[in-house]
C-alpha cells in the first residue's frame, strides 16, 4: 500500500534553532498535510498544501509540496520549548495516509 | 460540543473481552473517521462515515472490529474478543462536508490488552 517515509526519525535541538524535516512517498498525492501530535492529544492542522511547487508559512512554520508531488518538507524557524511534539505528514487520497513521525525535542 | 469527544480516556482490557469505544463529533459534522495509532507510529486509517453511511471500512484490521454510527452524530467502534495486538491509541475525527483539511481529532481512546 501506499507508504510515507519521514526523516529524520527524532530530532534533539537547542532553543532558537532552525529545523527542517521531509516527507516523501512512493505514491502522488494531490494534498500534503502537516500535523502535531502533543502527548495524549489528536494531531492538530498545521499547515496544507495543494499544488505542487507550493510554498506556504503559518508563522515561524514554513512548508513546501515537491514538484513531482512525491515528497513534502517542513521547516521550523527559531524553535521554541513548546514546539516539542510529534510532526506528520499526511497524504490526502479521500482518507488521509499518515508518515511515521518526527520527533522533535528542544532544549532550553 | 466544542471538539471532538471520546471515552472512555484509558481501557485496560483482558485478553478475549470485547470492548467499545465512543466518539462524540462536533455537532453537524456529516464526516466521521476511525484511525489506529499504534506506540511510535502515525495514525493508520480504519474507517469512514458520511452521515449513518459506513462509505469505507477498508482499514479494519479483521472481522473483530465493528463500527457504527446509527444516527448520523456519535459513533461506536467495537472490538470483539481482543488481542495484544489490538493495543492502541484509538483516534476519531469528524470534519465538515468531508473536507479533509477541516479534520478535527479527539484526544484519543488508549486500549491496553493483557
Known amino acids: 500500500g501506499q507508504q510515507l517515509n519521514q526523516s529524520p526519525q527524532s530530532m534533539f535541538i537547542q532553543e532558537g534553532e532552525d529545523v527542517s524535516m521531509n516527507c516523501t512517498s512512493s505514491?502522488?498525492?494531490?494534498?500534503w498535510l502537516w500535523y502535531k501530535q502533543d502527548p495524549g492529544e489528536g494531531p492538530v492542522l498545521l499547515i496544507a498544501l495543494y499544488k505542487a511547487g507550493e510554498l506556504t508559512s503559518n508563522g515561524r512554520l514554513t512548508a513546501q509540496f515537491g514538484i513531482t508531488r512525491k515528497d513534502s518538507f517542513l521547516n521550523i524557524s527559531a524553535s521554541i520549548p513548546s514546539d516539542v511534539g510529534i510532526y506528520f505528514c499526511?497524504?490526502?487520497?479521500?482518507?488521509?495516509?499518515f508518515g511515521q513521525g518526527t520527533t522533535l525535542q528542544v532544549k532550553p | 460540543g466544542a471538539g471532538v469527544s471520546q471515552s472512555p480516556r484509558y481501557k485496560v482490557a483482558k485478553r478475549g473481552q470485547d470492548v467499545a469505544l465512543r466518539c462524540d463529533p462536533i455537532s453537524g459534522h456529516v464526516s466521521l473517521f476511525w484511525y489506529q495509532q499504534a506506540l511510535g507510529q502515525g495514525p493508520e486509517f480504519l474507517t469512514y462515515f458520511q452521515n449513518e453511511a459506513q462509505l469505507d471500512k477498508s482499514g479494519l484490521p479483521s472481522d473483530r472490529f465493528f463500527a457504527e454510527r446509527p444516527e448520523g452524530s456519535v459513533s461506536t467502534l467495537k472490538i470483539q474478543r481482543t488481542q495484544q495486538e489490538d493495543s492502541a491509541v484509538y483516534l476519531c475525527a469528524s470534519s465538515s462536508q468531508g473536507i479533509i483539511e477541516k479534520l478535527f481529532f479527539g484526544s484519543g481512546t488508549q486500549l491496553s490488552v493483557l
Open positions: 499526511a497524504g490526502n487520497t479521500g482518507k488521509l495516509i
Open positions: 505514491s502522488i498525492f494531490n494534498t
